[in-house]
């Protein structure tokens, strides 16, 4: 009989409803995402996210934010707890807060995030009322490892989908989500699988500096 893969150790960040890690949950019970959840954590104690019954069996703790005078002091008990549980990846699955340099620089390498655009492009919040604003005719989410810069680490892959005439905010965040559901898991797994890492500032993917970040084909296109 063929040994068991071995499962990637992550923790999962989390500020709120949580459906990215839902998704990773999920393709992970399939055995399309091989990682061992070893904890989330949520910054906020009302995060939707920690109620869903998808975490049963899964360590879930707060750090609140709001309890540390400065974001150098929440980092530091952030990056203490985490390590504890000697995650080879770290994931932000929807972790709304500014990270110091220093706790990005402890994670070099070995955390990702995803962002709901097509990055380079609408970094930071509400991208999907700036995309129509700006009457852009593409939209999308982008996996990126993280840097210093917020919302600006080399990036893995993206799913670039049209806005369409009749779209607004809660028809575009719909169709984003869903591919984000998609995208992350399987970035994850990339990783999990040993095909993807940060080199220096390059992202390898079987070996190789990616010219561009890798673009899957949108599910939900219509
Ligand atoms: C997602 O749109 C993600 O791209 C962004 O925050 C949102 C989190 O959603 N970083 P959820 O909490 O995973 O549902």
């Not at 499962?7 to 890690?21: A, K, T």
């Not at 680490?153 to 984000?180: C, F, H, I, K």
Request: proline fraction near 7%.
């Amino acid at each position: 009989m063929a040994a068991a893969k071995p499962l990637l150790p992550v923790v999962v960040l989390i500020s709120g409803r949580g459906s990215n890690l839902q998704a990773i949950i999920e393709a992970a019970a399939r055995g399309e995402c091989p990682v061992e959840i070893r904890a989330v954590i949520s910054n906020r104690p009302d995060a939707e996210g920690l109620q869903n019954t998808a975490l049963r069996g899964i360590r879930t703790l707060v750090i609140d934010h709001a309890c540390y005078s400065s974001r150098e002091s929440f980092d530091l008990a952030l990056m203490t707890t985490i390590d504890t549980f000697e995650p080879a990846l770290v994931v932000l699955a929807g972790f709304m807060r500014i990270l110091t340099p220093g706790f990005v620089r402890h994670y070099h390498g070995r955390m990702l995030n995803i962002h709901p655009s097509l990055l380079p492009d609408f970094p930071g919040l509400n991208t999907h009322a700036r995309v129509l604003e700006a009457g852009c005719k593409e939209h999308g989410t982008t996996v990126h490892f993280v840097t210093e810069e917020t919302d600006g680490g080399p990036a893995v892959a993206q799913v670039r989908m049209p806005v369409q005439d009749n779209d607004n905010v809660t028809s575009l965040a719909a169709r984003v989500l869903a591919e984000e559901h998609r995208l992350f898991p399987l970035a994850i797994r990339w990783f999990a699988e040993g095909r993807l890492s940060l080199d220096n500032s390059h992202v390898l993917y079987d070996g190789r500096a990616l010219p561009a970040p890798r673009q899957l084909e949108p599910a939900t296109l219509r």
